[in-house]
Every structure is written in C-alpha cells, then in structure tokens.
T-cell receptor, first 117, second 115 residues
Framework: KAGVTQTPRYLIKTRGQQVTLSCSPI?????VSWYQQTPGQGLQFLFE???????NKGNFPGRFSGRQFSNSRSEMNVSTLELGDSALYLC????????????????FGEGSRLTVL | AQSVAQPEDQVNVAEGNPLTVKCTYS??????LFWYVQYPNRGLQFLLK??????LVKGSYGFEAEFNKSQTSFHLKKPSALVSDSALYFC?????????????FGSGTRLLVRP
C-alpha cells in the first residue's frame, strides 16, 4: 500500500509570493492533517480535514489555508510568504473508524521543505 | 490548555544499555498519548500509543512506554539500545474531548546511541 505522498519535496520562494503544497493520503484514509516543523517552534498543528470539512485549526494567521477534495487529497496554501514561513510542512493521514476520532495513529509523509528568501 | 514537555534535548546512551526518553503532559480530559520517531530528512513514524487500558504499552522496534496518571508522565523505554535507534523522538498528546487529529507535540528529544 502506498504511503502518504507530498509534493513538491523541496521548493524555494521569495517573500510576498504564494505557495501551494499537495498531499495524497493513504488509500482509504479520510482524515488529513498538516503540521509545520521549524527548529525554533518545533511541530505545530496547522489544520485537519475530514470528508472535505475542516474539523480543527491551529493558531496560524489567515495566510495559511487548506482544503480537501472528494478523493481525500489535500492542499495547503500560504499567501504573501514571509521569511518565517521557511519550514518543513508535514502532511499526515489517518484511518478513522466510527467513534474512534483522535485515537488512531498518524501516517506522515516525508514533507515539503519550503525556503523563503 | 494542552501541553507536552520533553525535558531533555538530548539523551546519550551506550549500545546495549537501557534507554529512557521522558515525557510529561497536561490535558483537560482523558489523555491520548503517542510517541513518534523522526529520522533525518524524513517524516515522523508512529511508535506506540496509549488510549486506555493497560498502563504499559508495547510498540514497534522493541520500544515500550508506561502511562502514569498520578505523575502525568508517559516515558519511552527500551531495554537494550541499538545504534540504529539514534533519531529524534517526539511525544504527543490529544484528549478524549477532541474528536479530531489535533496532536500537540513536545519539543523533541534527540537520542544518540554510541557503539
């Protein structure tokens, strides 16, 4: 079974630009969440989607947005990039069964490393 | 507010010796606790979790963790360390009142196992 796939793996942008990152979850997984990893702030939750609905959102500015499609694939977008947005963005999917919300393990992709110059 | 503390930035241990990576947590409801490991330039891999039941949880690669409610701790342990265990370890928590997968991660502990 294929794992979580994130594209692109590496990208370089300049301040003020926008970026879109893509995540394909494991087949059958309907929950997709996004995390930002930086040396200073560690791993921080961005948002989580389930069946095309955002169920939870972290404490990030509105420049960070996401969506999920009917096939469970997800994208996140960062507009008006700032230097501090340089990070590894990790996507994770989970197989949620009825009544087990939040208890399943997350399967992470290898991440998209964004550098903002 | 939920939080996770990993008090040690780095743990050094000799191969063959037991290892412990510490984690304490604070949540408003019943905790769901997880350990993940990250190898260089890779995503995170699930090791084990505690949801309910037996306080001693066994996971992948010979790791185990003990849930201690009175001390609000969930320390990761392994009886005999391998050089290949060297990696970055993260403790994470969510709680029973939140049905989504919003994990709060600790700051991470780098484990170095010397030959």
């Amino acid at each position: 079974k294929a794992g979580v796939t994130q594209t692109p793996r590496y990208l370089i942008k300049t301040r003020g630009q926008q970026v879109t990152l893509s995540c394909s979850p494991i087949s059958g997984h309907r929950s997709v969440s996004w995390y930002q990893q930086t040396p200073g702030q560690g791993l921080q939750f961005l948002f989580e989607y389930f069946s095309e609905t955002q169920r939870n959102k972290g404490n990030f500015p509105g420049r960070f947005s996401g969506r999920q499609f009917s096939n469970s694939r997800s994208e996140m977008n960062v507009s008006t990039l700032e230097l501090g947005d340089s990070a590894l963005y990790l996507c994770a999917s989970s197989l949620e069964t009825s009544g087990q919300g939040g208890t399943g393990e997350l399967f992470f992709g290898e991440g998209s490393r964004l550098t903002v110059l | 507010a939920q939080s996770v503390a990993q008090p040690e930035d780095q743990v050094n241990v000799a191969e063959g010796n037991p290892l412990t990576v510490k984690c304490t947590y604070s949540v408003s409801g019943n905790p769901y606790l997880f350990w993940y490991v990250q190898y260089p330039n890779r995503g995170l891999q699930f090791l084990l979790k505690y949801i309910t039941g037996d306080n001693l949880v066994k996971g992948s690669y010979g790791f185990e963790a003990e849930f201690n409610k009175s001390q609000t701790s969930f320390h990761l342990k392994k009886p005999s360390a391998l050089v290949s265990d060297s990696a970055l370890y993260f403790c994470a928590v969510t709680y029973s009142g939140d049905s989504s997968y919003k994990l709060i991660f600790g700051s991470g502990t780098r484990l170095l196992v010397r030959p």
